[in-house]
């Protein structure tokens, strides 16, 4: 029944993403600048970041986990002497390089309450890093597995990703990985959408 349960509040989850999504893909559809111009674009960002030579300016601390482009690092910002998430990227191809370029974009773009931040796109002598905030706690996945019959709680954090769901698709960006284990429950109640490395834009003139 557990079980049951937990699947039943994962299917919500991936309905949120859903909400919207039939609307926006009957509407016209026209690549965004960035779709266009990729290696460009991608290019001139990384004329902008810091030079290679002078080091990110990060100290890691311990890894947290691995995924097939990056892997994301806990590390101390010297400057202001805080511990962030350091994602790097770990395939040194172009295209591989225009995504993670693009996910920083998208999450920049994206000042929601419900939205895990980024503080920095940086590029260093070991490649391309996102500096995103640090949040400890558990994925929903994890709660789901602990405490499925969390009826209330659980609810809250659909709540939290409908509404993090709604302002992405009114700004035309979709997640396409929305699902519990990329849904970051915090120590202290915060709740984040996470991981947005496969989302598109649809639109670059999409409302701010």
């Known amino acids: 029944m557990s ?14 993403e859903r909400t919207g999504l039939e609307a926006v893909a009957a509407a ?8 266009l111009t990729a290696s460009q674009d991608t290019a001139v960002v990384l ?12 100290d890691v601390v311990g890894k ?5 482009m990056g892997v994301v ?7 202001l002497a805080r511990h962030v998430a350091l994602k790097r990227l770990r395939v040194d191809k172009s295209s591989s390089r225009a995504q993670f370029v693009s996910e920083a974009q998208i999450c920049g773009r994206l000042e ?19 500096a995103m905030k640090l949040v400890t706690g558990a994925s ?13 709680e659980h609810l809250q954090i659909l709540r939290a990703v409908c509404l993090a769901m709604e302002y992405a698709h009114a ?5 396409r990985d929305l699902k519990p284990a990329n849904v970051m429950v915090g120590d202290y109640g915060q709740i984040y959408v996470m991981d947005w490395g496969v989302a598109v834009a649809f639109d670059d003139d999409a409302a701010d």
Do not use: F, K
């Open 28 to 35: 016209t559809w026209r690549p965004s600048s960035s779709d």
């Open 73 to 79: 690092l806990q590390a101390r910002q010297r400057s």
């Open 112 to 130: 929601h309450p419900h939205v895990l931040p980024v503080h920095t796109l940086d590029n260093d002598q070991d490649g391309l890093c996102l």
């Open 171 to 175: 700004r035309g960006i979709l997640h």
């Open 140 to 152: 929903w996945a994890d709660v789901l597995r602990d405490r499925p019959e969390a009826r209330a």
């Open 47 to 58: 004329e902008r970041l810091t030079d290679p030579a002078e080091g990110s300016g990060y």
């Open 3 to 16: 079980s049951d349960r937990g699947e039943t509040w994962a299917r919500m989850a991936r309905t949120a």
């Open 64 to 68: 947290l986990g691995q995924g097939g």
